[in-house]
Protein backbone atom coordinates (compact mmCIF):
# COMPACT_ATOMS: atom_id res chain seq x y z
CA UNK A 1 0.00 0.00 0.00
CA UNK A 2 2.51 2.61 0.88
CA UNK A 3 4.79 1.24 -2.00
CA UNK A 4 1.81 2.27 -4.21
CA UNK A 5 0.97 5.51 -2.67
CA UNK A 6 5.26 6.49 -2.97
CA UNK A 7 4.52 5.44 -6.48
CA UNK A 8 1.62 7.39 -7.24
CA UNK A 9 3.88 10.59 -5.83
CA UNK A 10 6.50 9.90 -7.69
CA UNK A 11 4.27 9.83 -10.85
CA UNK A 12 2.30 13.07 -9.76
CA UNK A 13 5.74 15.20 -9.36
CA UNK A 14 7.18 13.47 -12.20
CA UNK A 15 3.53 15.06 -14.18
CA UNK A 16 3.74 17.94 -12.24
CA UNK A 17 7.53 18.49 -13.80
CA UNK A 18 6.47 17.71 -16.89
CA UNK A 19 3.97 19.44 -17.30
CA UNK A 20 5.14 22.52 -15.63
CA UNK A 21 7.86 22.40 -18.70
CA UNK A 22 4.82 23.72 -21.24
CA UNK A 23 2.90 26.38 -19.09
CA UNK A 24 5.34 28.17 -17.64
CA UNK A 25 5.82 31.46 -19.06
CA UNK A 26 9.71 30.62 -21.23
CA UNK A 27 10.19 34.43 -22.10
CA UNK A 28 10.94 36.38 -18.73
CA UNK A 29 11.67 40.15 -18.52
CA UNK A 30 14.70 41.64 -15.61
CA UNK A 31 15.24 45.37 -15.87
CA UNK A 32 18.59 46.31 -14.49
CA UNK A 33 18.95 49.34 -12.25
CA UNK A 34 19.06 52.83 -14.35
CA UNK A 35 21.84 54.88 -14.27
CA UNK A 36 21.19 57.93 -15.36
CA UNK A 37 17.79 60.07 -15.64
CA UNK A 38 17.84 59.64 -19.51
CA UNK A 39 17.80 56.02 -19.05
CA UNK A 40 14.59 56.70 -16.67
CA UNK A 41 12.91 58.52 -19.49
CA UNK A 42 14.10 55.73 -21.84
CA UNK A 43 12.15 52.88 -19.45
CA UNK A 44 9.09 54.70 -19.35
CA UNK A 45 8.93 55.01 -23.33
CA UNK A 46 9.60 50.83 -23.70
CA UNK A 47 6.97 50.36 -21.07
CA UNK A 48 3.85 52.93 -22.50
CA UNK A 49 2.41 50.52 -24.29
CA UNK A 50 3.46 46.90 -23.10
CA UNK A 51 5.16 46.23 -26.16
CA UNK A 52 7.61 43.61 -24.27
CA UNK A 53 4.65 41.64 -22.91
CA UNK A 54 2.74 42.13 -25.58
CA UNK A 55 5.96 40.16 -27.44
CA UNK A 56 6.34 37.66 -24.46
CA UNK A 57 2.60 36.92 -24.70
CA UNK A 58 2.56 36.20 -28.57
CA UNK A 59 5.15 33.95 -28.16
CA UNK A 60 3.49 32.33 -25.82
CA UNK A 61 0.87 31.65 -27.66
CA UNK A 62 2.64 31.00 -31.21
CA UNK A 63 5.76 29.68 -30.51
CA UNK A 64 6.87 26.82 -28.75
CA UNK A 65 10.00 27.65 -27.16
CA UNK A 66 12.25 24.54 -26.06
CA UNK A 67 13.89 26.53 -22.99
CA UNK A 68 13.57 29.94 -21.26
CA UNK A 69 14.69 32.99 -22.63
CA UNK A 70 15.45 36.71 -20.59
CA UNK A 71 14.81 39.81 -21.68
CA UNK A 72 17.12 42.16 -19.68
CA UNK A 73 16.79 45.86 -20.22
CA UNK A 74 19.57 48.12 -19.21
CA UNK A 75 23.57 47.89 -19.39
CA UNK A 76 25.93 48.88 -22.26
CA UNK A 77 25.76 45.94 -25.09
CA UNK A 78 23.23 45.24 -27.18
CA UNK A 79 20.18 44.84 -28.66
CA UNK A 80 21.84 41.46 -29.62
CA UNK A 81 21.06 37.50 -28.14
CA UNK A 82 23.82 36.16 -25.90
CA UNK A 83 23.74 32.21 -26.16
CA UNK A 84 25.95 32.04 -23.12
CA UNK A 85 23.31 33.25 -21.13
CA UNK A 86 19.88 32.68 -23.25
CA UNK A 87 19.37 36.56 -22.87
CA UNK A 88 18.36 39.16 -25.07
CA UNK A 89 20.56 42.44 -24.08
CA UNK A 90 18.55 45.43 -24.41
CA UNK A 91 20.05 48.90 -23.68
CA UNK A 92 18.38 51.53 -22.27
CA UNK A 93 20.50 53.83 -24.91
CA UNK A 94 18.47 51.87 -27.48
CA UNK A 95 15.45 54.17 -27.35
CA UNK A 96 18.10 56.77 -27.62
CA UNK A 97 19.33 56.32 -30.71
CA UNK A 98 15.61 55.31 -32.47
CA UNK A 99 14.82 58.30 -31.55
CA UNK A 100 17.95 60.20 -33.11
CA UNK A 101 17.57 58.31 -36.56
CA UNK A 102 13.60 59.42 -36.32
CA UNK A 103 14.95 63.25 -35.67
CA UNK A 104 16.16 63.28 -39.18
CA UNK A 105 13.06 63.15 -40.44
CA UNK A 106 11.15 66.24 -41.73
CA UNK A 107 9.01 67.67 -40.58
CA UNK A 108 9.62 66.58 -37.21
CA UNK A 109 7.78 64.01 -35.30
CA UNK A 110 4.85 64.52 -33.06
CA UNK A 111 5.50 62.83 -29.43
CA UNK A 112 2.71 60.35 -30.33
CA UNK A 113 4.55 59.47 -33.57
CA UNK A 114 7.59 59.27 -32.21
CA UNK A 115 6.35 56.78 -29.39
CA UNK A 116 5.19 54.62 -32.29
CA UNK A 117 8.01 54.59 -34.21
CA UNK A 118 10.00 53.16 -30.96
CA UNK A 119 7.21 50.56 -30.38
CA UNK A 120 7.60 49.44 -33.67
CA UNK A 121 11.31 49.18 -33.96
CA UNK A 122 11.37 47.54 -30.36
CA UNK A 123 9.12 44.90 -31.06
CA UNK A 124 10.58 43.74 -33.98
CA UNK A 125 14.01 44.12 -32.36
CA UNK A 126 12.57 41.91 -29.73
CA UNK A 127 11.58 39.41 -32.16
CA UNK A 128 14.78 39.58 -34.44
CA UNK A 129 16.34 38.69 -30.41
CA UNK A 130 14.28 36.07 -29.89
CA UNK A 131 14.03 34.71 -33.51
CA UNK A 132 18.12 33.86 -32.44
CA UNK A 133 17.03 32.77 -28.94
CA UNK A 134 14.47 30.31 -31.23
CA UNK A 135 17.47 29.17 -33.28
CA UNK A 136 19.43 28.29 -30.60
CA UNK A 137 17.22 26.73 -27.99
CA UNK A 138 15.31 24.76 -30.70
CA UNK A 139 18.65 24.05 -32.48
CA UNK A 140 16.57 24.97 -35.62
CA UNK A 141 18.52 24.37 -39.18
CA UNK A 142 19.07 27.63 -40.35
CA UNK A 143 19.10 27.32 -44.39
CA UNK A 144 20.88 31.01 -45.28
CA UNK A 145 22.11 33.43 -43.52
CA UNK A 146 20.73 33.78 -39.86
CA UNK A 147 20.25 37.61 -39.65
CA UNK A 148 17.86 37.75 -42.79
CA UNK A 149 16.33 34.49 -41.21
CA UNK A 150 15.41 36.03 -37.99
CA UNK A 151 14.36 39.96 -39.94
CA UNK A 152 11.95 37.97 -41.80
CA UNK A 153 10.57 36.38 -38.45
CA UNK A 154 10.28 39.19 -36.98
CA UNK A 155 8.59 40.89 -39.52
CA UNK A 156 6.26 38.08 -40.06
CA UNK A 157 5.38 38.22 -36.73
CA UNK A 158 4.56 41.91 -36.04
CA UNK A 159 2.37 41.50 -39.19
CA UNK A 160 0.66 37.97 -38.42
CA UNK A 161 0.55 39.10 -34.60
CA UNK A 162 -0.43 42.47 -34.14
CA UNK A 163 -3.04 44.88 -34.61
CA UNK A 164 -0.91 47.70 -36.00
CA UNK A 165 1.64 45.13 -37.40
CA UNK A 166 2.07 46.57 -40.45
CA UNK A 167 2.74 50.14 -39.26
CA UNK A 168 5.27 48.78 -37.02
CA UNK A 169 6.82 46.96 -39.87
CA UNK A 170 6.58 50.25 -41.51
CA UNK A 171 8.61 51.78 -38.85
CA UNK A 172 10.70 48.98 -38.57
CA UNK A 173 12.07 49.13 -42.11
CA UNK A 174 11.89 52.98 -42.07
CA UNK A 175 14.55 52.54 -39.60
CA UNK A 176 17.24 50.62 -41.81
CA UNK A 177 16.39 53.18 -44.20
CA UNK A 178 17.38 55.78 -42.00
CA UNK A 179 20.53 54.01 -40.32
CA UNK A 180 21.81 53.23 -44.62
CA UNK A 181 21.59 57.33 -45.02
CA UNK A 182 24.60 57.45 -42.34
CA UNK A 183 26.87 55.78 -44.99
CA UNK A 184 28.60 58.05 -47.78
CA UNK A 185 30.91 55.17 -49.18
CA UNK A 186 30.92 51.21 -48.89
CA UNK A 187 33.68 49.78 -46.96
CA UNK A 188 34.86 46.18 -47.32
CA UNK A 189 33.73 44.95 -44.05
CA UNK A 190 30.41 46.17 -44.71
CA UNK A 191 30.06 43.55 -47.17
CA UNK A 192 31.56 40.71 -44.91
CA UNK A 193 29.28 41.85 -42.30
CA UNK A 194 27.34 39.34 -40.61
CA UNK A 195 24.39 41.22 -41.69
CA UNK A 196 22.94 41.97 -45.08
CA UNK A 197 23.09 46.23 -45.98
CA UNK A 198 20.51 48.54 -44.00
CA UNK A 199 19.50 49.15 -47.24
CA UNK A 200 18.61 45.62 -48.41
CA UNK A 201 17.19 45.05 -44.98
CA UNK A 202 15.13 47.98 -45.85
CA UNK A 203 13.60 46.30 -48.93
CA UNK A 204 13.20 43.44 -47.63
CA UNK A 205 11.24 44.35 -44.72
CA UNK A 206 9.15 46.16 -47.37
CA UNK A 207 9.21 43.17 -49.29
CA UNK A 208 7.48 41.29 -46.97
CA UNK A 209 4.93 43.86 -45.74
CA UNK A 210 3.76 44.14 -49.66
CA UNK A 211 3.80 40.43 -49.88
CA UNK A 212 1.82 40.01 -47.20
CA UNK A 213 -1.61 42.49 -48.16
CA UNK A 214 -0.11 43.13 -52.01
CA UNK A 215 -3.49 44.66 -53.15
CA UNK A 216 -3.45 47.36 -50.41
CA UNK A 217 -0.05 47.78 -51.04
CA UNK A 218 -0.07 48.67 -54.67
CA UNK A 219 -2.50 51.54 -53.57
CA UNK A 220 0.53 53.12 -51.32
CA UNK A 221 2.65 54.64 -54.23
CA UNK A 222 4.88 56.75 -52.34
CA UNK A 223 5.90 53.51 -50.73
CA UNK A 224 5.73 50.95 -53.68
CA UNK A 225 6.98 52.38 -56.81
CA UNK A 226 5.40 50.98 -60.26
CA UNK A 227 8.93 49.48 -60.88
CA UNK A 228 9.63 47.79 -57.66
CA UNK A 229 5.97 46.26 -57.70
CA UNK A 230 6.15 45.04 -61.67
CA UNK A 231 9.96 43.99 -60.66
CA UNK A 232 9.55 42.32 -57.19
CA UNK A 233 6.03 42.17 -56.52
CA UNK A 234 4.92 39.05 -57.74
CA UNK A 235 8.01 37.24 -55.84
CA UNK A 236 7.75 39.35 -52.71
CA UNK A 237 4.21 37.43 -52.59
CA UNK A 238 6.00 34.49 -52.69
CA UNK A 239 8.86 34.88 -50.14
CA UNK A 240 5.97 36.48 -47.67
CA UNK A 241 4.24 32.43 -47.98
CA UNK A 242 7.45 30.75 -47.72
CA UNK A 243 8.82 32.49 -44.78
CA UNK A 244 6.01 32.26 -43.03
CA UNK A 245 5.45 28.98 -43.93
CA UNK A 246 9.07 27.69 -42.87
CA UNK A 247 8.98 29.88 -39.49
CA UNK A 248 5.41 28.38 -38.86
CA UNK A 249 6.51 24.87 -39.61
CA UNK A 250 9.83 25.08 -37.66
CA UNK A 251 8.13 26.72 -34.45
CA UNK A 252 4.89 24.41 -33.74
ZN1 LIG B 1 20.77 39.61 -35.20
Known sequence: MEFRLLMLKSIAVTLCLTLSGFTFAKIDVEYLATQ???????????????????????????????????????GEDGPLFD??????????????????????????????????????????????????????????????????????????????????GQRMAFDAALMFALESEEVDEFMEEDFWGEHSLDEQRYYQTLCLIFGSDPEAMQQKTDIFDEAFVEERGESCVDDYEIVKGSWQAMTE
Open 36 to 74: TSQDKVNLEKINKNNITQRVIDLMDETVNLESHLTIRYG
Open 83 to 164: SEHQALLMPYAFVTEIEEQFNTIEPALSEDEMQQAIDGVLAHTLLHEIGHGLVYVNGLPVLGREEDAVDSFATVWLLEGFEE
